[in-house]
């Protein structure tokens, strides 16, 4: 699966990602302060979910009517260690259950929400 990282996913997750095998590009590396917008359409070329914690996808998503085909997860959590993001990520995408594509999910620490887009 290929995953794309958002500034504020931590380095050490993205890290411990492509240690599980998951092709992971890094925005706060690869591609250095590109706006949310410039996020979505590098995601939606190299088919990647996006990860992030900015709750700004959403409105990007419903209002603006952009739609990564890839999907995209929201992690809404207000203290995790480093690693932390990726172990949760890893057990998401373990779930044979969930799917992603096309489709915002939200975890919260407790619940996953999704919306289909």
Do not use: C, W
């Amino acid at each position: 699966m290929k995953l794309l990282a958002n500034e504020n996913f931590p380095l050490v997750s993205v890290n411990v990602l492509k240690e599980l095998g998951y092709d992971t590009k890094a925005i706060g590396v690869d591609d250095k302060s590109i706006s949310d917008k410039q996020v979505i359409e590098l995601a939606s070329r190299e088919n990647r979910l996006i990860l992030t914690f900015d709750k700004d996808y959403g409105e990007l998503i419903f209002r603006y009517s952009y739609k990564p085909p890839a999907g995209i997860i929201f992690l809404r959590l207000n203290k995790y260690t480093p690693d932390e993001p990726a172990k949760i990520v890893h057990k998401l995408l373990s779930d044979r259950l969930l799917k992603t594509k096309k489709n915002l999910t939200v975890y919260d620490g407790k619940t996953i929400r999704q919306r289909k887009y």
